[in-house]
């Protein structure tokens, strides 16, 4: 449940009384109003994406999965938030762990995070 306030914002959509707004005219308004946001979100969404690591995930692919929406969600929170896909990438390799050093030299062998 939203409140009376989310009612307000679907309202102020109908523009007749015959005319209802779409789910995804809903969804974005209710978004836009209701999204967490500011610095303390900033910080749990940054806490989150810098303290996971393998060990937290079931495999490999559920730390890939994990990292990746955490990434997204910082990127997502506002315009002015800058991280690079190599912070990533970075990221993830550094939250693999000891066991996967092999395939870190490997991986840093064959691949530049950055133009040279």
């Known amino acids: 449940?939203?409140?009376?306030?989310?009612e307000k914002h679907i309202?102020?959509?109908c523009q007749s009384d015959d005319t209802f707004p779409t789910v995804e005219d809903v969804s974005a308004?209710?978004?836009q109003h209701y999204k967490p946001s500011g610095s303390a979100y900033f910080?749990?969404?940054?806490?989150k994406y810098q303290e996971l690591r393998l060990a937290d995930c079931k495999d490999v692919t559920d730390f890939a999965q994990r990292l990746g929406h955490?990434?997204?969600e910082l990127v997502a929170l506002d315009?002015?938030?800058e991280l690079s896909e190599h912070f990533l990438v970075n990221k993830f390799l550094n939250g693999?762990?000891?066991?996967?050093?092999n395939f870190i030299t490997?991986?840093?062998q064959n691949h530049c995070l950055l133009p040279l």
Do not use: I, K, M
């Open 11 to 13: 309202a102020s959509l």
């Open 96 to 101: 693999l762990g000891e066991d996967y050093d």
């Open 1 to 6: 449940r939203c409140g009376p306030d989310a």
């Open 106 to 108: 490997a991986f840093e």
């Open 79 to 81: 315009a002015s938030v």
């Open 43 to 47: 910080r749990d969404l940054d806490r």
């Open 29 to 31: 308004t209710l978004e």
């Open 70 to 72: 955490a990434y997204h």
